[in-house]
């Protein structure tokens, strides 16, 4: 891990030098105002790069399969310091069609249905599991299809799918001032972009709707955290507060009703700890929070997705904010989701607040099954 200090005029400027010298897999671990002699006020930016960068290790796979690997590899080793180079390609060989022969299981697994369904509905049943749609939606989906008589051949069948895959997403509108202080509280896992999706929601209420706001900081356990939201709020010249407990937060929220918004940036943690969600749930409920947005990346694995919903689910979450639509490979998994809570954002960079757009059930079927699909499929794949 490569930790380097920046001190810069402003953060975009920092953010800069960071991408220039550590690259963009940089992370800026904290931030925080300092002032010069002449009382001029910089920035100054703590960056990490991990030098075991490990973005391009491919997803771990199945560990009975990497033990096999493993253990060829481990004779191979062995046969390679003998100088063997004919055991050598053998073990090679071997090890190449072990792992066509794990892919092939892997496949009959996911998916399993596929040659019960027949040849058009079983293609779309790969199709669809390729995008990550969970299984039962999948079958329901094609249950329809068939149904309804549009599985006569692909293209049809795909677009029938994709109209129909609207009943399994929930949309909720943005934000809108009205008579009352509204109280938005965001939470979620670690890094899923909660204090900038905070933040950009922040700026557009107060440049679109011309909204007065103020944004506070109850992230105050993480080094950094309260600085971060700090150094945006004064760059965007938005008020700050810090609230370090449920107490705190409920005497911020007494006095600050005047305003339209009060934004609360909460700390990520892992969904798993109970004592992490009964913070949120104490924070959001001592300020009688209506909005309360659930941030999840898109990024993040089904089965993870499934435990944060779970977790997540007795803060009463009344919508979502989907982050990192720009990263994530494929969405369907998101679906377990967002058929039970509506989407309201989402983002899709890392711009600030230009990247944050109010959800659309079309551009979400767009991400989850998009309409040139059939033409970036290898035909013998599907
Ligand atoms: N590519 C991409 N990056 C994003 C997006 N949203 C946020 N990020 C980046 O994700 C990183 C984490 O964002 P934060 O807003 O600090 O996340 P957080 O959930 O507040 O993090 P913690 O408070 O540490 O749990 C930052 O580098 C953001 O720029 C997005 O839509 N796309
Ligand atoms: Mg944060």
Redesign the pocket.
């Known amino acids: 891990m490569k930790i380097k200090k920046y001190i810069a005029k402003n953060l975009t400027e920092g953010k800069l030098k960071i991408k220039e010298e550590l690259g963009s897999e940089a ?2 671990l904290s931030t925080r105002k300092i002032k010069k002699a002449d009382g001029i006020e910089l920035i100054e930016i703590v960056a990490a790069l991990d030098s075991d960068n490990n973005s391009q290790i491919p997803k771990k796979e199945n560990p009975g399969k990497s033990r096999m690997i493993n253990q060829i590899l481990k004779k191979n080793q062995s046969v390679n310091s003998a100088g063997n180079d004919e055991s050598y390609s053998r073990l090679l060989r071997e090890i190449d069609s072990l792992k066509k022969e794990m892919n092939e299981i892997n496949d009959n697994v996911k998916y399993k249905y596929a040659a019960a369904l027949g040849p058009i509905a079983g293609k779309i049943f790969k199709i669809l599991r390729k995008q990550e749609v969970p299984e039962d939606i999948a079958l329901k989906l094609i249950g329809k299809t068939i149904d309804a008589g549009a599985n006569n051949n692909l293209i049809n069948a795909m677009d029938f799918i994709r109209f129909n895959l609207r009943d399994y997403i929930k949309i909720d509108k943005p934000l809108k001032k009205d008579s009352t202080t509204q109280k938005v509280v ?1 939470f ?12 950009r929601i922040g700026i557009i209420s107060k440049l679109v709707l011309k909204a007065d706001i103020t944004l506070v900081s109850a ?1 105050t356990q ?1 080094v950094g ?1 309260a600085e ?1 939201l700090e150094t945006y709020a004064s760059i965007s010249g938005i008020s700050f507060r810090t609230a370090y407990n449920s107490d705190e937060l409920k005497e911020i929220t007494d006095s600050e009703d005047n305003k339209d918004f009060i934004f609360i ?5 892992n969904h798993k700890e109970k004592e992490f969600i009964d913070e949120i749930i104490m924070l959001a409920d001592s300020v009688n929070a209506q909005h309360r947005f659930m ?1 999840i ?2 990024t993040t694995a089904e089965e993870t997705l499934r435990q944060q919903l779970e977790c997540f689910k007795s803060v009463k979450p009344t919508g979502v904010i989907l ?5 994530a490979f494929s969405l369907g998994s998101i679906l377990k989701v967002i058929q039970e809570i509506p989407v309201t954002y ?5 711009r ?1 607040p230009e ?2 757009e109010p959800a659309s059930k079309e551009m979400l079927i767009e991400h989850i099954l998009p309409k040139n699909i059939l033409e970036t499929m290898v035909p013998e794949k599907i």
């Open positions: 992370v800026i965001v979620g896992g670690t890094g899923t972009g909660k204090t900038t999706a905070l933040v992230d993480k955290g971060q940036d909460t700390r990520g943690s941030v990346s898109a982050t990192k639509l720009d990263e989402i983002t899709t960079g890392q600030i990247d944050l």
